[in-house]
Each structure stands twice: as structure tokens, then as C-alpha cells.
């Protein structure tokens, strides 16, 4: 059974890098699109933006300039840094797993909070 | 960016009741719509994939349906384990949007 588990700080100060990372077990990170998706406490869920296996990347344009995905095949790991951070990154943020058609593995999802 | 619209916001439903969902999109994405089930405290759970599919282990209760850049999603029968928060997905492009969401309520 797919796994994934999101690890990082939980607070990150205003203007800093968030730095998250997604570890994935019960099956190999190749071969797939995995993501990232936020959710802000008592709103709607955005995706951030997703990376292949092979390292090629889609961002959303809205938060393009301060993210980068990165990905570590040999430990089954993919990561998230969201520069220039403030009280408004502040949400849960999930990793996930994208199918064939939609996401269909999920990570628990980790709160970060952004404060000064 | 796609805009996906979803109505209502939230309902109040009884067990037993047929609820529907709609969620209509900016501008034709195909068959490329995904349902997801979310409850407090939970990462989101696929319920449907392009727009009528089943997700393997989710009831038959469930199901979805497509008309033009309307997609619906039905839930024929309420039962208690389904009040949660609905949110509709577009996956034709990035970057990939959500519906606002349409949390479903105890009458």
C-alpha cells in the first residue's frame, strides 16, 4: 500500500524558505507526476505544482517565481521550497501522487505556520 | 487558469437523501474531472475520475455525470459517513484548479 509522508518545519518566518519534503513508500517514485497541494485553515485547496520522476516540473503560475520541486529517486523522495514566505503560505500542505486521470494518493498533510 | 464553479456552498441533508453536486467549468476541459471526499482533520479521498468514473473501493451510492462543461456529482442514498466537505478538480491543464468546495451538512 503507497505511502506518503510529509516531513519539514512547522514554522517558517516571514520571508524565509519553507522547505518541505514528501518520503514515499510502498512503491517506487518512477514513472509518475507527484505533487504538491496547500490548504489554507477553513478554505479550498490549491495546487502548488508537480514534478515528474524524471525531474521536469509545471508550477502554478500564481506561485512560480518562489517555488521549486525537486525529486531524489534513490531515496523515494520529492521536495517543495516556497521562498519569500509570508503570513498567507501559512496551511497545511499535502504531497500527493497523480494517476493516470487525478490524484490518488494523498500524504497526511503537515501545518505550516509563517509568523514573524 | 480554468475556473471551476461549484454550487451550492453547503446543503443540510437527511440520511437517506439524494444529494446532488454540480460544478461547472470556465471553458471545456473534456472528460477531465475529478470528485474528491474530504473530512475534517483528513487529506481529500478520489471518489470520481474523468467525470463518471468510480475510484476503486467507493460505494455505488456515488456516481457522476458530465453535461457539456456541467459535471455533477450524486450521491443517491446519504449515509451518515458521508457528511464531509466535495471538491470538484479540472486535470485538462495546469495549472490544475479545484472547485470552491460544497460541505454537506446533518439536517
Known amino acids: 500500500q503507497m505511502q506518503l509522508q510529509e516531513s519539514g518545519p512547522g514554522l517558517v518566518k516571514t520571508s524565509e524558505t519553507l522547505s518541505l519534503t514528501c518520503t514515499v513508500s510502498?512503491?517506487?517514485?518512477?514513472?509518475?507526476?507527484w505533487s504538491w497541494i496547500r490548504q489554507p485553515a477553513g478554505k479550498g485547496l490549491e495546487w502548488i505544482g508537480r514534478?515528474?520522476?524524471?525531474?521536469?516540473?509545471n508550477y502554478n503560475p500564481s506561485l512560480k517565481s518562489r517555488v521549486t520541486m525537486s525529486v531524489d529517486t534513490s531515496k523515494n523522495q520529492f521536495s517543495l521550497k516556497l521562498s519569500s514566505v509570508t503570513a498567507a503560505d501559512t496551511a497545511v500542505y499535502y504531497c500527493?501522487?497523480?494517476?493516470?486521470?487525478?490524484?490518488?494518493?494523498w500524504g497526511q498533510g503537515t501545518l505550516v505556520t509563517v509568523s514573524s | 487558469d480554468i475556473q471551476m464553479t461549484q454550487s451550492p456552498s453547503s446543503l443540510s441533508a437527511s440520511v437517506g437523501d439524494r444529494v446532488t453536486i454540480t460544478c461547472r467549468a470556465s471553458?471545456?476541459?473534456?472528460?477531465?474531472l475529478n470528485w474528491y471526499q474530504q473530512k475534517p482533520g483528513k487529506a481529500p479521498k478520489l471518489l470520481i475520475y474523468?467525470?463518471?468514473s468510480l475510484q476503486g473501493g467507493v460505494p455505488s451510492r456515488f456516481s457522476g455525470s458530465e453535461s457539456g462543461t456541467d459535471f455533477t456529482l450524486t450521491i443517491s442514498s446519504l449515509q451518515p459517513e458521508d457528511f464531509a466537505t466535495y471538491y470538484c478538480?479540472?486535470?485538462?491543464?495546469?495549472?490544475?484548479?479545484f472547485g470552491g468546495g460544497t460541505k454537506v451538512e446533518i439536517k
Open positions: 500527493a501522487r497523480y494517476g493516470d486521470y487525478a490524484v490518488e494518493y
Open positions: 510502498g512503491g517506487s517514485i518512477s514513472s509518475y507526476y
Open positions: 514534478i515528474y520522476s524524471s525531474g521536469s516540473t
Open positions: 471553458q471545456s476541459i473534456g472528460s477531465y
Open positions: 474523468a467525470a463518471s
Open positions: 478538480q479540472q486535470s485538462y491543464s495546469t495549472p490544475l484548479t
